[in-house]
Structure formats: C-alpha cells, structure tokens
C-alpha cells in the first residue's frame, strides 16, 4: 500500500492518513485482524474515518516503532462482514425525493425500489452518536449536499450525499438530501445497550420499503 503517512496525534495516538475510502477501510480491517491476533501493540481505540485510522491509547514507549512499522505493512483488500445486515424499514417520502430522482434520472418510484435495493456497508461513524457514513451507492448516483442546508433535520430522516447514505439518530442541522425517514430512530443508539450503536464500522446495511403507519 502507497501513500500511507502515519501522524502523531497526541500523547499516545497516531493518526494513519491513506489515500481512499476503501484503503481506509482495508486498513481499519487490518487493524482489527492484528488486534483480534495478538500481533498489535496495546491500542485503546481504533477508529476509522473518511480517509484516515486513528490509532489511541497507545503505551507511549511503543508509538515510535509502532509508526513505523505501520507504513511498512502489506494491506490485503478488506474483509466483508458476512453477518446478518442490519434491516431499516424505511417510508420514503422525504422532502429531497423529487430532487433526488430528477438527479437520477428516474422516476420518484424508482427512487425507493434502488435505494432499498442496494446493500450498504457502515464505512465509519461519526457527526453524532449512533450516525454511520454507509456506502454501496454506485458512483453515477451520487447526489450533492443542498445548497443551503437545514437548520433542522429531523431523528430518522434517511439522507444522500456523496457516496454516502445516513440516517440521522437525533434532530440537528444538515445539508445531506433528505429521501426518506426511519420510524423508531431511537433504536440508532442506546446507550443502556452493548453495544450502543446499532450501526458499527463494517456492518452490512439494508433499507426495507415500509408504509407510512401513522
């Protein structure tokens, strides 16, 4: 693997910066592999991100080899998991779903058939508790941020941008389309529950069409 640079990012904390998403995630993989076998140094955390791995809770006697060493492995492409995807039911019928077909190219009932038809995978978590950054979008049908974001979105609402799908665990502002919406969005995260989010990085992910029950 090229282009690895391995920052330190605070005592006891590295941060790995790799070239792609996809690098990104065969990297946290690996990590994770190491980890499960023993191979990896003492790390507290391991957290993936668009682009990057941070590495923390490292004894600090051990950073400096560990940087090194890091930029020297050999990456095999990432493991999927092959557990149960997690289901969503979702009723689309979101504020951005004629935007969002007219992007597409396709009719606003074709919007649900593809989106409900595409498994995703949590790439990473991030922006708020219990959100995860899915991919499996493919490429032509990514859809930009709005031009000018919300100041509210609500808890469920099941939004695109970029290569990304997302649903919102909470209200908050945002600028992601917004397609859809998740009925009981609290299931996202519990933290009375092990573990508290219920989409972790690597998950398999699919979104059930459901219809409105209110």
Known sequence: ???????????????????SGEAAEAFHAELLRRRADGTLPAVREVVPGATTVLLDGIEPRAAGGLARRLTSWEIPPPRRDAGAAVEIPVVYDGPDLADT??????????????HAGTEFRVAFCGFAPGFGYLTGLPA????????????????????????????????????????????GPEAL??????????LGPGARVRFLVVEDAR
């Open 1 to 19: 693997m090229s282009a690895v640079r391995v920052l330190p990012a605070g005592p006891g904390a590295l941060l790995v910066e790799l070239p």
């Open 101 to 114: 077909a007219r992007a597409w190219g396709v009719g606003v009932a074709e919007v649900p058939r593809i």
């Open 140 to 183: 032509h049908l990514r859809v930009p941020r709005r031009a000018t974001p919300r100041t509210r979105v609500p808890a469920g609402a099941v939004a695109l941008a970029g290569p990304y799908t997302g649903v919102y665990p909470r209200p908050s502002p945002g600028g992601w389309q917004l397609i859809g919406r998740m009925p």
């Open 189 to 198: 995260w519990d933290p009375g529950r092990e573990p508290a989010a219920l």
